[in-house]
């Protein structure tokens, strides 16, 4: 199906330890995005990148790096993780001239 | 940066009554956008309105740009069980290049 694809949709880490959530659209979409999601906190975007090979920091970047390796592809690493990081992470896309996002269906991560 | 109000944070309601949420901002804006989030799942976009004093309309949903484009609501018409789940407004910031979504209003209905 047609969408936004998220791996992995879970993952627990202890503090220290880094990891790569990946993100893939097929939809042929320019930009795409990154936010953590916690409670009480609504969406906050960490990264997005307009077109392939742009990235640009959102509102809560620190901790984070992104790589747009294609115009299909928008990783988010996490160097060190930290128990303040245990969030659920989700990766959007947009196409030319819209500014509607569509999500994937989420990275639960869990930092001890 | 750019923030957007959205009230109430929760909203409990039994099964056939409404519920509206607002979503308020200190600068006028060039459009709004409307998500779904259930429990567990991920925002789906509902709606997008541009024009100062749009009204739509999606069966019981109804979507409301105020006048000066600084506001927006959403109100649903006689809650069903469906209708469970966060819903969010989110406007454009960054020289339109990016969405600041509001905290959300989840709400709960009851039979």
Redesign the interface.
């Given at each position: 199906n047609a969408g936004v694809t998220q791996t992995p949709k879970f993952q627990v880490l202890k503090t220290g330890q880094s990891m790569t959530l990946q993100c893939a659209q097929d939809m042929n979409h320019n930009s795409m995005y990154w936010y953590r999601q916690d409670p009480g906190m609504g969406l906050r975007l960490i990264y997005y990148s307009a077109s392939e090979g742009t990235t640009d920091k959102g509102e809560v970047p620190n901790g984070y790096n992104v790589s747009r390796l294609n115009k299909r592809e928008f990783s988010l690493r996490l160097e060190s993780a930290a128990p303040s990081q245990t969030s659920v992470y989700f990766c959007a896309s947009s196409g030319t001239g819209s500014s509607t996002e569509i999500f994937g269906n989420g990275t639960r991560l869990t930092v001890t | 940066?750019q923030q957007v109000m959205?009230i109430p944070?929760y909203q409990h309601v039994q099964e056939g009554e409404d519920f509206t949420t607002y979503c308020n901002s200190s600068t006028t804006l060039s459009?709004i956008?409307w998500y779904k989030q259930r429990p567990g799942?991920?925002?789906?976009?509902l709606i997008?309105l541009v024009k100062s004093g749009e009204v739509k309309k999606q069966k019981r949903l109804t979507f409301q740009f105020g006048e000066a484009k600084k506001n927006s609501s959403l109100h649903i018409t006689a809650t069903q069980t469906t209708d469970v789940g966060t819903y969010?407004c989110?406007v454009?910031t960054?020289g339109?290049?990016?969405?600041?979504?509001?905290?959300?209003t989840q709400l709960k209905v009851e039979l």
């Open positions: - | 940066g959205q944070q459009n956008q799942g991920h925002p789906v976009f997008q969010f989110a454009l960054g339109g290049n990016k969405l600041t979504f509001g905290t959300g």
